[in-house]
């Protein structure tokens, strides 16, 4: 079980930290310091910026120490529980442990950034139009963003194909 899930999950993961750190280090190196960079008429910005908190700066006011136990230690616990479920769980396909490993590795880059760089993380992009803009994110933010949308996804299908079974049962 865990031999066939195991080449899936570590791909995706290792995969996704590597590419994550290094679009990081790309945008130190080029956007440190500098005014932001738009694209398509501001729809599209890159700026370099730190993120104290987490998911679009939650918990970011938070005291220091607290931010270390929930934002370090708490979100080590968890990616660790995420990572044993994904591999040990009997009921998930490759493509939801593919999706679990999204999520695991999109929050295991940005914990590796939280040790780095002193409980911050590297942020570099930004969408929106006119004052609607998202918060500024990495592509850690979006594996975790896709691997909840592919489960989303998938639990949407499965949900409709089982009400499709459920009412050909009955017709019969």
Not at 2 to 20: A, H, K
Not at 24 to 40: E, I, R
Not at 98 to 112: P, V
Request: with cysteine.
């Amino acid at each position: 079980m865990v031999m066939r899930r195991l080449p899936v999950f570590l791909s995706v993961f290792i995969g996704q930290v590597v590419l994550d750190q290094w679009t990081k280090q790309l945008a130190t190196a080029s956007l440190k310091g500098t005014p932001a960079h738009s694209w398509l008429g501001d729809v599209f910005r890159l700026q370099y910026a730190t993120n104290d908190g987490a998911f679009l700066s939650l918990g970011s006011n938070l005291p220091p120490q607290a931010r270390y136990w929930v934002l370090t230690i708490g979100v080590g616990a968890l990616l660790l529980a995420l990572c044993i479920y994904a591999l040990g769980s009997k009921k998930l396909d490759l493509v939801q442990v593919g999706s679990y490993s999204l999520i695991a590795s999109g929050g295991f880059s940005n914990w590796i950034d939280r040790a780095r760089f002193e409980g911050s993380v590297v942020d570099f992009m930004n969408m929106g139009i006119g004052s609607l803009r998202t918060g500024v994110f990495n592509v850690a933010d979006l594996a975790i963003l896709g691997g909840i949308g592919v489960l989303f996804v998938q639990g949407w299908r499965e949900e409709k194909k089982q009400k499709a079974l459920s009412a050909l049962a009955e017709k019969k």
